[in-house]
């Protein structure tokens, strides 16, 4: 079993940047697909980013694509989310998820996800 601890969130304003990170304990953090969400008040938990084993394939979600960056360190067990151009639409609670054993390269459903981390929250002010 992984555990997945996020840090970096905060308060910004709108335009600024935030770097999320998430480390996971244990030996094989490389084996696991790794995915950020995040979750508004009222809100269902939606997709944002996604990474695969390697660190070579990524995706996005639409209204994240070229603004938000995904990468991973193997060799330190973390995923980090570099976060540009922030709206306040992007205000949040941001989870990092890990996927064991995962058929494909990147997985963008939560419902296939092993292991969620606590959360990070993110306020962007206007």
């Known amino acids: 079993q992984v555990q997945l601890v996020e840090s970096g969130g905060g308060s910004v304003q709108a335009g600024g940047s935030l770097r999320l990170s998430c480390i996971a304990s244990?030996?094989?953090?490389?084996?696991?697909?790794m995915g950020w969400f995040r979750q508004a008040p009222g809100k269902e938990r939606e997709f944002v980013a996604t990474?695969?084993?390697?660190?070579?394939?990524?995706y996005y979600s639409d209204s994240m694509k070229g603004r938000f960056t995904i990468s991973r360190d193997n060799a330190k067990n973390t995923v980090s989310l570099q976060m540009n151009s922030v709206e306040p639409e992007d205000t949040a609670v941001y989870y990092c998820?890990?996927?064991?054993?995962?058929?494909?390269?990147?997985?963008?459903?939560?419902?296939?996800?092993?292991?969620w981390g606590q959360g990070t929250q993110v306020t962007v002010s206007s």
């Open positions: 244990g030996p094989t953090f490389s084996t696991y697909v």
């Open positions: 998820a890990a996927k064991r054993y995962a058929a494909r390269l990147i997985i963008t459903n939560k419902n296939e996800y092993d292991y």
């Open positions: 990474i695969s084993r390697s660190g070579v394939t990524t």
